[in-house]
C-alpha cells in the first residue's frame, strides 16, 4: 500500500523534544511514521517509540516502516493513550508528539471521501473507518445542527445556504458522493466566492471534524498525554487549525499558570503553582524552504510545553 507522508516542521519538532536514547516516546498521531522513524532512529536499545492511530491503514504502514527500531505500533486514538500505557506496564512518557488533522494518505485516497476534488467516492470521512459517517451526518442532521458545525468548526460565512441547500437537495434522493456534496455547496454560494476560492473546503473541514469528533478528542488527549508525561519531559503538538491551535495554546497556558489570586491580595493564597513552561513562547512556524516544498506546512503550527 503506497502511503505517502511528508512531515512538516520535522527538525523543529525532533529538536523541540529533546529526544534521549534511553527514552520512551508516544507519537499519538503515527500517519506515515515520518517524525516516528526520526524519533525512533535516535534510540539505543532501552530506548521505545510507541505509535498510535485510529486509522487502520496508518498501524500497518507504521508498522512496517519501523520494523527496524525499537518501536510498537497500536490501533488506538491518541484521546486512549493512558489505557495504552498501562496495558504496556509503562508508567510514563518522555516526550508525546500529536500531529493533529488530517494525514495526506487520507486526502489522496479517493475513496476514503475527505476530499472535495474527486466526484464519485462515497461521503465517508471516517479517520478510523468504523461507526458514524459523513454520508449520515449530511443526510440525517437537522438544518440547524449542520449550520451550526459549518459555522463553529469550519468559519463558513455561508453556512446557512449550505445548510439550506443540502436538506432541500436530500428530500429528493439522499447525497451519496462527494462530488455531489460538492455541487451543491457551490450552487448555495454567490457566484463572486466562486471564482475566488474553491468555496468547498470550509464545508469538507467542518463535517470531517465532526464526524471524527476532532475537538472533543483533542481536550481529552491533552489531557491524558499531559498525565501520561514524566516531569521534564516535552509534549509538541502540530495543529493546522485555528480553532485547534486555540484549544491547545488555552491548554498550555493553562498548565503554565501560577498564582490565580486577585492582583490586591497582599500574599497568595490560592498555592496554585505552574505545572508547565512553555518551550517556545509563540508557535513554531515552517521555514521558506519548507513551505516552499510542501504545500501542508503553510498552516501548520508547532507549540512545545515541558512539564515541571
Given at each position: 500500500m503506497e502511503f505517502s507522508h511528508v512531515p512538516v516542521l520535522l527538525a523543529e519538532t525532533i529538536q523541540g523534544l529533546a529526544v534521549r536514547p534511553d527514552g520512551v516516546y508516544i507519537d499519538g498521531t503515527v500517519g506515515g511514521a515520518g517524525?516516528?522513524?526520526?524519533?525512533?532512529?535516535?534510540?539505543?536499545?532501552?530506548g521505545l517509540l510507541i505509535g498510535l492511530d485510529r486509522d487502520q491503514d496508518a498501524v500497518r504502514t507504521a508498522a512496517e516502516r519501523l520494523q527496524e527500531f525499537p518501536a510498537k505500533v497500536i490501533h488506538?486514538?491518541?484521546?486512549?493513550?493512558?489505557?495504552?500505557?498501562?496495558?504496556?506496564?509503562?508508567?510514563?512518557?518522555?516526550?508525546?508528539?500529536?500531529?493533529?488533522?488530517?494525514?495526506?494518505?487520507?486526502?489522496?485516497?479517493?475513496?476514503?471521501?475527505?476530499?472535495?476534488?474527486?466526484?464519485?467516492?462515497?461521503?465517508?470521512?471516517?479517520?478510523?473507518?468504523?461507526?458514524?459517517?459523513?454520508?449520515?451526518?449530511?443526510?440525517?442532521?437537522?438544518?440547524?445542527?449542520?449550520?451550526?458545525?459549518?459555522?463553529?468548526?469550519?468559519?463558513?460565512?455561508?453556512?446557512?445556504?449550505?445548510?439550506?441547500?443540502?436538506?432541500?437537495t436530500r428530500q429528493t434522493a439522499p447525497v451519496r458522493t462527494t462530488g455531489e456534496l460538492a455541487e451543491l455547496i457551490r450552487q448555495a454560494v454567490p457566484a463572486k466566492y466562486r471564482r475566488d476560492k474553491n468555496p468547498c473546503k470550509k464545508t469538507f473541514q467542518a463535517i470531517r471534524i465532526a464526524v471524527n469528533d476532532e475537538f472533543g478528542h483533542l481536550r481529552k488527549g491533552l489531557s491524558e498525554a499531559f498525565r501520561c508525561l514524566r516531569p521534564d519531559g516535552r509534549f509538541a503538538v502540530i495543529t493546522f487549525h485555528s480553532l485547534e491551535d486555540r484549544i491547545v495554546k488555552q491548554q498550555f497556558a493553562d498548565w503554565c499558570k501560577g498564582c490565580v489570586c486577585?492582583?490586591?491580595?497582599?500574599?497568595?493564597?490560592?498555592?496554585?503553582?505552574?505545572?508547565?513552561?512553555?518551550?517556545?513562547?509563540?508557535?513554531?512556524?515552517?521555514?521558506?524552504?519548507?513551505?516552499?516544498?510542501?504545500?501542508?506546512?503553510?498552516?501548520?503550527?508547532?507549540?512545545?510545553?515541558?512539564?515541571?
Open positions: 517524525h516516528s522513524r526520526e524519533i525512533a532512529s535516535r534510540l539505543g536499545r532501552d488506538s486514538n491518541y484521546s486512549e493513550m493512558a489505557r495504552v500505557l498501562e496495558d504496556l506496564g509503562i508508567p510514563c512518557a518522555d516526550g508525546i508528539l500529536l500531529d493533529l488533522g488530517v494525514s495526506s494518505h487520507q486526502l489522496d485516497t479517493a475513496e476514503r471521501g475527505f476530499s472535495y476534488h474527486t466526484t464519485d467516492a462515497e461521503l465517508d470521512m471516517r479517520m478510523s473507518q468504523e461507526g458514524f459517517s459523513a454520508y449520515d451526518l449530511v443526510n440525517m442532521w437537522d438544518e440547524s445542527e449542520i449550520k451550526k458545525i459549518l459555522w463553529e468548526y469550519g468559519e463558513e460565512k455561508f453556512a446557512g445556504n449550505i445548510a439550506r441547500q443540502i436538506v432541500q486577585p492582583p490586591d491580595f497582599p500574599q497568595c493564597v490560592c498555592g496554585r503553582t505552574p505545572q508547565a513552561r512553555l518551550v517556545n513562547r509563540k508557535p513554531i512556524t515552517a521555514s521558506p524552504e519548507e513551505l516552499a516544498s510542501n504545500s501542508r506546512s503553510h498552516s501548520a503550527k508547532l507549540r512545545i510545553l515541558e512539564k515541571l
